[in-house]
């Protein structure tokens, strides 16, 4: 049994994903294992987007931290292993679209998502949320940022339900009791593909086709409060 774990261990900040977490992310992300497990400390998954040093960031540094999150999005979506979100709490921006690239996406009763960077302008993720449900779907809650509950993300399977932690750990042991050929993973993804969308080349458009990301980040930040 071979499991690898990526754990969001800022409970004081929501697990919000600053700069450093997204790099160690990225090189965890690589670990060689038959199943890669994405789960928190604390009460709440992910908070998205950490904006703890927003006055001292640059519209380029932004910029690129928000570039280096939707390349961790793809780079965990296309694992060589079959990976697992364990949601428990809000997931939040950058956080739900990190549980939603997962494959298996198991929602305790407390769950919920939340994607609200179009308030600053941000398409980050909405590719993923429209290839898991529907067009209309996705653009309406990515534009309200409206709270997805844990009832409506099992409806529209964005979560898989389970009652209690040892529940999604049992699940997270079935999958790695059955060893895959290498190469298998990434080709059952190729075969159930359904869009070929650029969630990257939408995210920088975004976010880069006007000055004053900073900015409109603040103004989001204050009515957010």
């Known amino acids: 049994m071979s499991i690898a774990r990526l754990v969001l261990n800022r409970p004081e900040r929501a697990n919000a ?55 961790l999005l793809e780079r965990f979506a296309a694992s060589p292993a079959v ?7 809000a ?9 939603l690239a997962a494959d298996v996406r198991l929602g305790l009763p407390d769950a919920s998502l939340r994607f609200p960077g179009a308030g600053f302008g941000a398409v980050l993720g909405t590719a993923r949320l429209a290839a898991l449900t529907s067009p209309p779907y996705a653009t309406e809650a990515a534009a309200t940022g409206r709270r997805i509950s844990a009832a409506e993300a099992f409806d529209h ?4 339900p389970v009652a209690t932690l040892d529940d999604a750990e049992a699940e997270v042991a079935r999958l790695a009791a059955r060893p895959l ?26 976010l880069a ?3 004053g990301l900073r900015d409109r980040i603040q103004t989001y930040q204050t009515g957010a409060r």
Request: hydrophobic share 50%; glycine share 10%; proline share 4%.
């Open 157 to 160: 399977g964005l979560l898989r």
């Open 181 to 206: 050929p290498t190469g298998t993973v990434a080709r059952l993804r190729a075969a159930a593909a359904t869009t070929a969308a650029d969630p990257l080349g939408h995210l920088v458009r975004s």
């Open 91 to 99: 997931a939040v921006g950058a956080g739900a679209d990190l549980a």
């Open 17 to 71: 994903l600053d700069a450093a977490t997204v790099e160690r992310l990225h090189r965890e992300t690589s670990a060689a294992a038959q199943v890669v497990v994405i789960e928190a400390r604390g009460p709440v998954f992910c908070g998205g987007f950490d904006l703890g040093s927003l006055d001292e960031a640059t519209d380029a540094d932004l910029l690129l931290r928000l570039v280096r999150i939707q390349l």
């Open 209 to 211: 086709d006007r000055p």
């Open 83 to 89: 990976t697992v979100a364990i949601v428990q709490g």
